[in-house]
Antibody
């Protein structure tokens, strides 16, 4: 069955770089796009960026200067890197598959930016 | 970016009742509106997309309507598992944007 699972550090210091991994199963990264979405505590969802099935990437313009998404299709993994983290980047980070829409989601990983 | 405004922010209802959640886009998004359910400890669930198309597995008591800028999610005959957070999302253009959410609580 389709599964997505985010992994990464729970705590990142301000100004440092966040590195997250989304490991997928049940589908191929060459057939489906994977997106990253985040949710600050008690707030709504913010789309961050996308790794398209053909390897193309697209980013939220508000994050573009700090964000990079890549993948390793052989390992069924999509990676998110975001630099210059600030406290406002504290959030749950989700990866989600784009089928009809965002039809499958990971459980999310909580990332806290704090010294 | 398209701004999505959801209302109400909070809604209290009892099992068996019907409720409606509204979503308004800052410009026309044609029919391209999706609804998601979010519950603690569970993955977010896509309920409806393209305004009114039920995702596979979504119970028929859920329905979506609207086009242009105004959309509604209606849940008829509420079941206990329906209580949680609901978000709308426009998928007409990039970047995809979400509403702030509606918390559906047990009365």
């Amino acid at each position: 069955q389709v599964q997505l699972k985010e992994s990464g550090p729970g705590l990142v210091q301000p100004s440092q770089t966040l590195s997250l991994t989304c490991t997928v199963s049940g589908f191929s990264l060459m057939d489906y796009s994977v997106h990253w979405v985040r949710q600050p505590p008690g707030k709504g969802l913010e789309w961050m960026g996308r790794m398209k099935y053909d390897g193309d990437t697209y980013y939220n313009s508000a994050l573009k200067s700090r964000l990079s998404i890549s993948r390793d299709t052989s390992k069924s993994q999509v990676f998110l890197k975001m630099n210059s983290l600030q406290t406002e980047d504290t959030a749950i980070y989700y990866c989600t598959r784009q089928g009809a829409l965002f039809d499958y989601w990971g459980q999310g990983v909580m990332v806290t930016v704090s010294s | 970016d398209v701004q999505m405004t959801q209302s109400p922010s909070n809604l209290a209802a009892s099992p068996g009742e019907s409720v409606s959640i509204n979503c308004k886009a800052s410009k026309s998004i044609s029919k391209y509106l999706a609804w998601y359910q979010q519950k603690p400890g569970k993955a977010n669930k896509l309920l409806i997309y393209s305004g009114s198309t039920l995702q596979s597995g979504t119970p028929s008591r859920f329905s979506g309507s609207g086009s242009g800028t105004d959309f509604t999610l209606t849940i008829r005959n509420l079941e206990p598992e329906d209580f949680g957070l609901y978000y709308c999302q426009q998928h007409n253009e990039y970047p995809p944007t979400f509403g702030a959410g509606t918390k559906l609580e047990l009365k």
